[in-house]
């Protein structure tokens, strides 16, 4: 990636990124965000998402539904994020938190053009993504691709996995027909048989699947590969900020914690908190409220609480990524992370 042509893009892009709120945000009075029901003035602070409003954000809303941010004295704006990604504008320090991904932020942290950020928490603590497809078809293990049509997006992690997966599987990966990804609804495309497979986040488009009687087949990167059990998505923050403001930082991890235990507690109340900030959702409501249930207990799953990173994780995938020519350059080792600004377990 070009980083600072990136950058350059996410600056020209602010004002009106910065004017999209992804959902409207009230505090917990049901005053606008910003306005406090008190005299006490609130640290205004930028959160841009990764992707339109999702069930992997549900624990953001959850905090600012119930004043969480409010009550750690923060006035939390949501944004959308520009074309470039979430990572630019955290790195260029206009939004001082975001969401991002462990694959797609590893070029960001490495070269001249290095981007100031770094993972301060675990959205959830395993990687759900794999590869669906219609039940049946033979699709079930990797080796079942060989002659199918796979929606790719063409970049080189992606493919890299794929061929690792499929190969050891005892398939060749050559084999494989490449389609360029234009898939926006997974359902429709399996129904149409326009792709034969799609890599997906079961967390949403699996469980779309699920609400729509799609019977499908579907195996997980993680479950083949433990190399592949990285973090996927996280919480990103501006480094000069969390250097510059660390008890910020740590106020607004504090109350995001608790939004997404909240979530993990109430699935079913923590669904209709996010389809009430984000009306455009409740076309989907049987998918959120579906969603949320799924996701209730993968937040934390085996980790002593939400959002710790374990480092032998962490550097597992990095250092395949970089054994495998997939970096620049490598990736030093505890790069890119920290549990530093979570609260005490």
Partial sequence: MKFAKKM???LLALTMTLALCACGSTNSDGSASGESGG???????TFVLDWTPNTNHTGLYAALANGYFEEAGLDVEVVQPPDDGAEMLVGSGKAQFGV???DTMAPA??????LPITA???VIQHNTSGIISRAGEGMDTPKGLEGKKYATWDMAVEKAMMKNVVEADGGDFSKVELIPSTVTDEVSALQSKSVDAIWIYYAWAGIACQVADLDTDYFAFSDIDPVFDYYTPVIIANNSFLEENP??????????????VYAQENPDEAAEILLEACPELEGSRDLVVASQEYLADKYTADAAQWGVFDADRWNAFYNWLSENNLTAEAIPENTGFTNDYLPAA
């Fill in 120 to 122: 301060v928490a675990a």
């Fill in 109 to 114: 942290l490495i070269g001249e053009n290095a």
């Fill in 247 to 260: 008890d910020t930082a740590k106020a607004f991890l504090s109350a995001l914690s608790k939004g997404y």
């Fill in 100 to 102: 991002s991904f462990q």
């Fill in 8 to 10: 350059l893009a996410a």
């Fill in 39 to 45: 005299d006490e003035e609130l640290t205004k602070v």
